[in-house]
């Protein structure tokens, strides 16, 4: 007996309820699907199948023994794909939806990456701060930034942590004063990313005390960078991930304040539609943006 043969022919004849289906799915004849089978109970000494003229189903023994194997199969052509994929060139155009501060910040090397690395590659590299809709644009991958990803099919696979700061011009924090507690924001602009997952509210926490804070303020964007650019202009207090502001903290252009209390963990996240089949461009992609957001974090330089 062909072991291998044998748990395919027995996990796809389970699947389809048919012996007659099984076969035209594995391009085996009736007589190959029944001796696999009967091969297969043999070696068991169980019965897996009930056979009527107008039923197929799976026995106790057999519907325990699909319940085991079924995940087993499944990751071995998982494997056998991982192997042909690292063996196929990526080709053809790679479709990508990404937020515009995080890749002008960290991925700027990413396209030459790729389509210097892989020639029959294409890219359309789309900067989109929204969360858009990957399966229904068309996207073969998102990067996200969010402190809690919504409940979905979609795969995801974390890149980095994204730690924030609340932070403000020197000049503005000189004429309107710097908040010691965060219910003291309420007397203070704040300038408000929209598309945040805290754009309504900001939430802080320290040695157990919880505190959300419903910010005001007159500046509102889509744009991390334009909120940026206006607590560097001295118009309020901002709310932005480190990243961003790195380079001007180090300068004096930017303070943080309420530097004692913790703000939500976030995350960056490549999102992406199923983790089955992954076309050998997008198992490069997933490689490459990998590495350049490690490289831009652990060099310090660069900030």
């Not at 062909?2 to 594995?26: I, N, P």
């Amino acid at each position: 007996m062909d072991r291998l043969t044998a748990l395919k022919v027995f996990k796809t004849a389970a699947q389809l309820e048919s012996f007659a289906e099984a076969g035209r799915r594995l391009g085996l004849s009736p007589a190959a699907i029944s001796k696999n089978i009967s091969e297969l109970e043999d070696h068991l000494k169980a019965r897996l199948f009930n056979r009527t003229t107008r039923r197929l189903s799976l026995t106790e023994a057999g519907t325990a023994y699909f319940d085991r194997i079924s995940p087993l199969l499944d990751g071995l052509e998982e494997a056998d794909e991982m192997v042909g994929a690292l063996n196929t060139s990526p080709t053809g155009v790679l479709r990508v939806t990404a937020p515009q501060s995080l890749t002008l910040h960290c991925l700027g090397r990413l396209p030459a990456r790729l389509l210097q690395t892989y020639p029959g590659l294409s890219m359309r590299l789309d900067l989109d701060d929204g969360k858009t809709n990957i399966v229904e644009e068309g996207y073969d991958l998102a990067i996200r930034g969010s402190s809690q990803l919504e409940d979905s099919s979609l795969m995801a696979r974390k890149l980095m942590d994204l730690p924030h700061v609340v932070c403000a011009a020197p000049t503005y924090l000189e004429a309107c004063g710097a908040p010691g507690r965060p219910e003291d924001l309420r007397r203070h602009e704040c300038l408000t990313y929209v598309l945040s997952d805290h754009a309504a509210e900001w939430r802080f926490s320290r040695a157990g005390e919880s505190i959300g804070v419903a910010v005001p303020g007159r500046f509102f964007t889509n744009s991390s960078l334009a909120v940026r650019d206006a607590a560097l202009g001295g118009l309020g207090i901002a709310l932005l991930p480190r990243l961003y502001v790195d380079r001007d903290l180090k300068e004096d252009r930017l303070r943080i304040v309420l530097d004692d209390w913790m703000l939500p963990a976030a995350s960056v996240y490549a999102i992406y539609p199923s983790r089955h089949h992954i076309a050998p461009k997008l198992r490069a992609i997933l490689d490459v943006v990998a590495e350049e957001l490690a490289a831009r974090t652990e060099d310090k330089t660069f900030f």
